[in-house]
């Protein structure tokens, strides 16, 4: 069974810095990973997509990088602003899982004016 | 541009009571989704369909029933609600098989079982 272990849980940083965010996750077969952010009282939204294909996707600030093979991703957010104050999950999927996306606990974030 | 709809957004039941949540989306979607989330156990998919007429049991099944009443529609069923079903549920959607394409999320309804 996959297992995903975002770290840190959380993590509180000053307006301005750059940060990574880390995704971990056991079975490597996997067919995408999705990152999405989550705001208090909220539903989901999709951040990101990547291909197992593919080694980075980049929207705007946002750059995710994949490592299939060692199991890992990586979120980065350049120059934080107080309004990404929120908590970001990643969800690799396995093909022959059906339609699950496994989810981690989430990194919960707070960027500080 | 409404998106995923659910309703309700908050309910409190009391045990062995029945509800249902109802979701539609507005994307023209194939495939729908219902999670729970619940602190410590992230997020865990209950039931999807893949399309209209289809439904599938996801991870956590036992409990609850869904209904695909049409492409739009996707409703969850508690028939004998208990406390351990206090959660946050989640819809989704996407065109097709979340796997291969951007999921989209509800709002979400708070339920409490007392």
């Known amino acids: 069974k996959q297992e995903v272990t975002q770290i840190p849980a959380a993590l509180s940083v000053p307006e301005g810095e750059n940060l990574v965010l880390n995704c971990s996750f056991t079975?490597?077969?996997?067919?995408?990973l999705q990152w999405f952010r989550q705001d208090p009282g909220k539903g989901l939204t999709s951040l990101l997509l990547?291909?197992?294909?593919?080694r980075e996707q980049t929207s705007g600030r946002l750059n995710a990088s994949l490592d299939k093979s060692s199991g890992r991703s990586t979120l980065y957010i350049a120059a934080s602003q107080p309004g990404d104050s929120a908590t970001y999950l990643c969800?690799?999927?396995?093909?022959?899982?059906?339609?699950?996306?496994?989810f981690g606990g989430g990194t919960r974030l707070m960027v500080k004016p | 541009n409404a998106g995923v709809t659910q309703t309700p957004k908050f309910q409190v039941l009391k045990t062995g009571q029945s509800m249902t949540l109802q979701c539609a989306q507005d994307m023209n979607h194939n495939s729908m989704y219902w999670y729970r989330q619940d602190p410590g156990m992230g997020l865990r998919l209950i039931y999807y369909s893949a399309s209209e007429g289809t439904t599938d049991k996801g991870e956590v099944p036992n409990g609850y029933n869904v209904s695909r009443l049409n492409k739009r529609e996707f409703s969850l069923r508690l028939e004998s609600a208990a406390p351990s079903q206090t959660s946050v549920y989640f819809c989704?959607?996407?065109?097709?098989?979340?796997?291969?394409?951007?999921?989209?999320f509800g709002e979400g309804s708070w339920l409490t079982v007392v």
């Open positions: 079975d490597s077969a996997i067919y995408n």
């Open positions: 989704a959607s996407s065109l097709r098989g979340a796997p291969g394409n951007t999921i989209y």
């Open positions: 969800a690799p999927a396995i093909l022959n899982a059906g339609n699950m996306l496994t």
């Open positions: 990547i291909q197992s294909s593919q």
